[in-house]
């Protein structure tokens, strides 16, 4: 393993993790994937909010654990699934943080979805 930076959320580069206010629901082509009041907003720094969903409130009979990872190093080593309904596949578009850094521990146990692939519905 190559030795990766862990950096910390500051003033330069904040990272905030809120409750969600309202209820989070995600679809795919009109099918419910994931329904809850449970939701954490994770706020980085200039990019767009990403709704973090407990894996719980998931339909994990849609979702296929994959190799897929990646690496932050404000949030650490992300792994990934695909989303899967009959023949219907769409790669790699959840993701977790399975053991976050502890600026952003709160997510561990919640997946997050590329809403270029799905619907988030806040409200």
Known sequence: ?????HLVPDASHPITVTPTDGRVVVTRHGR??????????LQEASYPPVQYVPL?????????RTDHATYCPY??????????DGDARAENVV??????????APIAGHVAFYPTEVEISVG
């Open 56 to 64: 719980a409130d998931v339909d994990v009979s849609l979702l296929e």
């Open 95 to 104: 993701w977790t943080y399975d053991a976050p850094y502890d600026a952003v």
């Open 1 to 5: 393993m190559t030795n990766r930076p």
């Open 32 to 41: 419910v994937i994931a329904e809850t009041d449970r939701a954490l907003t």
């Open 75 to 84: 949030k650490g080593d992300a792994g990934y699934y695909s989303l899967v």
